[in-house]
C-alpha cells in the first residue's frame, strides 16, 4: 500500500496552527511518559505510535487533514525498526525524533525528511482503531501501543466541518 500524502485544511495552510499543535502534543506525550506506568527514555522512544495518534486527532479537531505514517526499516525477520509521525500538507510532523537525535518538535517538508528511513512512510492510516489493531497484528509491544480507550474516543471523535479554522 503505497502512502497518500493528504491536502491542506478550509482556508490553506497554517504554519503557526502546526506549530501550536505540535507543541501542544510534545508537552501532553512529556505528561504521558511521566504518569505512565512504563518506563519510557528521556527522548521519548517507545511513544512515537501514541503521541502519533494524539498529534493526528489534534490536527483533524483543528481543521487539518492527516494521517498517521509508519516507516518500516527491516534487516531481517528478527531484526527491524518501527517509527510512526503524522503527515499533513505534505509534511512530516514529529514530536518524539529526540529518539533519533532530531528536534523536539519536527515538521518538514515530505522531500526532504523522507531521507531518513524513520520518515519514509510505508503505511498510513486514517483511523486510530485500524492503526491500532494493526499495531496489534504485527506484534509491537503493548507499552508502544495506542491504549484501547484512547484508540475507541479518537475514532469517534470526527472534526467539526461546519466552520472554518482562523489561520
Not at 537525535?101 to 483511523?127: I, N
Amino acid at each position: 500500500m503505497s502512502p497518500v500524502v493528504p491536502g491542506t485544511f478550509a482556508g490553506g495552510t497554517s504554519p503557526l496552527l502546526h506549530t501550536q499543535r505540535l507543541a501542544y502534543a510534545r508537552r501532553w506525550v512529556e505528561s504521558f511518559s511521566r504518569r505512565s506506568r512504563h518506563e519510557y527514555p528521556q527522548h521519548l522512544g517507545g511513544l512515537c505510535a501514541i503521541s502519533a495518534a494524539h498529534l493526528y486527532q489534534e490536527l483533524l479537531y483543528a481543521g487539518f487533514d492527516a494521517q498517521i505514517a509508519v516507516a518500516d526499516k527491516r534487516l531481517d525477520r528478527e531484526n527491524y525498526s518501527v517509527h510512526a509521525f503524522v503527515l499533513s500538507n505534505y509534511q512530516v510532523l514529529d514530536v518524539t525524533a529526540t529518539q533519533f537525535g532530531q528536534e523536539a518538535q519536527v515538521e518538514l517538508p515530505l522531500a526532504q525528511a523522507s531521507r531518513q528511513w524513520f520518515w519514509r512512510p510505508a503505511r498510513t492510516f486514517r483511523d486510530v482503531q485500524r492503526f491500532r489493531a494493526w499495531q496489534m497484528a504485527e506484534g509491537w509491544p503493548l507499552a508502544q501501543t495506542v491504549p484501547p480507550h484512547l484508540a475507541s474516543r479518537w475514532s469517534l471523535c470526527e472534526p467539526y466541518r461546519g466552520h472554518r479554522i482562523a489561520a
